[in-house]
């Protein structure tokens, strides 16, 4: 199986090629997007076709190994055998950091994954979760456990 590209064919062959070349550069990272695995330093011939992410990402998408949280700017892909979904995307970043301000938060995910938040739905997210959010000090914690401790 091909499919068209100009006047040329691409084959299913380089498009496995691809996903599983993906795979396996980013094996080792729980979650990842298209963006940050090539500023990681992520390259293969079919990026010289210049298709547009949205492309590139059904590719990835397509691995029997790899699950995906579908966000508007880019998706976000999972190598683990957990479940992916966006708050235990959020879990996962904050496991590293037990609290963080709201807009650090933000701007970090937006430096690591090209991913855009918006602050309410995160706060939404993360209120309706083990996590905990502070409004008061605008400030999200890994559970409530860590928020007592920071302000004891």
């Known amino acids: 199986e091909e499919i068209a590209y100009k006047n040329g064919w691409i084959s299913k062959e380089k498009l496995v090629e691809y996903r599983d070349a993906v795979f396996a550069f980013a094996a080792q990272m729980e979650y990842f997007t298209l ?3 090539r500023l990681a330093g992520f ?27 579908h966000m508007a700017s880019h998706i976000i892909f999972n190598t683990s055998s957990s ?29 690591e994954y090209e991913i855009n938040l918006n602050p309410h739905k995160l706060v939404e997210i ?14 999200i914690y890994l559970n409530k456990d860590a928020f007592y401790k920071d302000i004891y």
């Open 35 to 37: 963006p940050q695995i």
């Open 43 to 69: 390259n293969h011939p079919l990026e010289e076709y210049s298709f547009n992410d949205t492309f590139y990402e059904r590719i990835i998408w397509s691995h029997p190994e790899i699950r995906s949280i």
């Open 83 to 111: 479940e992916a979904n966006f708050t235990s995307f959020i879990h996962y970043i904050m496991s590293k950091s037990i609290q963080m301000d709201l807009y650090t938060f933000i701007q970090k995910i937006y430096r």
């Open 126 to 139: 993360v209120n309706n979760s083990s996590m905990y959010y502070s409004a008061e000090m605008e400030r």
